[in-house]
T-cell receptor
Framework: DAGVTQSPTHLIKTRGQQVTLRCSPKSGHDTVSWYQQALGQGPQFIFQYYEEEERQRGNFPDRFSGHQFPNYSSELNVNALLLGDSALYLC?????????????FGPGTRLTVT | AQKVTQAQTEISVVEKEDVTLDCVYETRDTTYYLFWYKQPPSGELVFLIRRNSFDEQNEISGRYSWNFQKSTSSFNFTITASQVVDSAVYFCALSEADDYKLSFGAGTTVTVRA
């Protein structure tokens, strides 16, 4: 049973560039959430996708956008990168989008902005 | 607004000692869900447990046990007879019934020394 997978594992970008991170949910899951985890902090919710639409968004600027595909996989796009965007980006999947269900996390993508 | 506080930043113990991690939460909802996740050095968040607000029964799973007390808004986690492999950052998280995001505490770093 495949778990949540993310690519790439690590990424180095320059300020002002754009980046796309990818996530495949756990088998049988249809909901994908994205979190940003700065060093030494807990993850912060970016947004959640369900039925190919953004259902809820956290306190992140419009530079952060996403997409969910018919196979439930998802992308996170960040435009005009800032140094402060350097973080571990975690993707989580769950079933049906019900808040009662636990979210399963992938290994993350470590983004470094220089 | 929901909030999760993990007052302990770091805990260091010798192998076989018990470790208790504190978690205090704030919410105005009567229906909510509490979670504990473990983040080993590899970075992937591992789901440990979910509790519903209407079920205060405490739980034991192997060397792990959880103490949920609504009266004090606490959801504490104990590792009995700790092992070196328990070394990780542990996060407490909260999800409200009408909210899809997980709100995490700042995490507690547990170091188990041989």
């Amino acid at each position: 049973d495949a778990g949540v997978t993310q690519s790439p594992t690590h990424l180095i970008k320059t300020r002002g560039q754009q980046v796309t991170l990818r996530c495949s949910p756990k088998s049988g899951h249809d909901t994908v959430s994205w979190y940003q985890q700065a060093l030494g902090q807990g993850p912060q919710f970016i947004f959640q996708y369900y039925e190919e639409e953004e259902r809820q968004r956290g306190n992140f600027p419009d530079r952060f956008s996403g997409h969910q595909f018919p196979n439930y996989s998802s992308e996170l796009n960040v435009n005009a990168l800032l140094l402060g965007d350097s973080a571990l980006y975690l993707c989580a999947s769950s079933l049906g989008g019900d808040t009662a269900y636990e979210q399963y996390f992938g290994p993350g993508t470590r983004l470094t902005v220089t | 607004a929901q909030k999760v506080t993990q007052a302990q930043t770091e805990i260091s113990v010798v192998e076989k000692e018990d470790v208790t991690l504190d978690c205090v939460y704030e919410t105005r909802d009567t229906t909510y869900y509490l979670f504990w996740y473990k983040q080993p050095p590899s970075g992937e968040l591992v789901f440990l447990i979910r509790r519903n607000s209407f079920d205060e029964q405490n739980e034991i799973s192997g060397r792990y046990s959880w103490n949920f007390q609504k009266s004090t808004s606490s959801f504490n986690f104990t590792i009995t007879a700790s092992q070196v492999v328990d070394s990780a950052v542990y996060f407490c998280a909260l999800s409200e019934a009408d909210d899809y995001k997980l709100s995490f505490g700042a995490g507690t770093t547990v170091t188990v020394r041989a």
